[in-house]
């Protein structure tokens, strides 16, 4: 029994010192419609970010990018300014390092009615 106990416990470090930084908060949020636009979007993660290598763009429907100024990561929080915004679809485009080095990324869209 001792045995299987310690099995269990290294396994469950195992699984933890391989966890990513996963996207768990939006704001906007993936798909939201929204009548004023927004002045930053702001990614919430599982874990902590690796500033130097984690960054969001954000591109208009004309594949044009809409940031005013480049992203930055706090601890599990990334954030973007952005220009203002008229109405239309907006694409963000995210590549997230945790401290741990894992590397995930994705993307999502929001819009900004009339």
Do not use: C
Not at 10 to 29: D, F, I, K, R, W
Not at 80 to 86: A, E, H, Q, R, T
């Amino acid at each position: 029994m001792r045995y299987a106990l310690m099995a269990a416990g290294l396994l469950a470090g195992t699984v933890a010192a391989h966890a990513h930084a996963m996207l768990e908060h939006a704001s906007p949020g993936a798909g939201a419609t929204l009548a004023q636009p927004p002045k930053a979007v702001v990614l919430e993660y599982t874990e902590a970010l690796e500033p130097s290598f984690s960054s969001v763009i954000v591109n208009d429907a004309n594949g044009h990018d809409v940031t005013a100024g480049p992203s930055s990561a706090s601890g599990s929080t990334m954030r973007v300014p952005l220009k203002p915004l008229g109405p239309g679809t907006y694409r963000v485009i995210w590549h997230a390092v945790s401290v741990d080095t894992h590397r995930t990324e994705g993307a999502f869209s929001f819009a900004v009615s009339q």
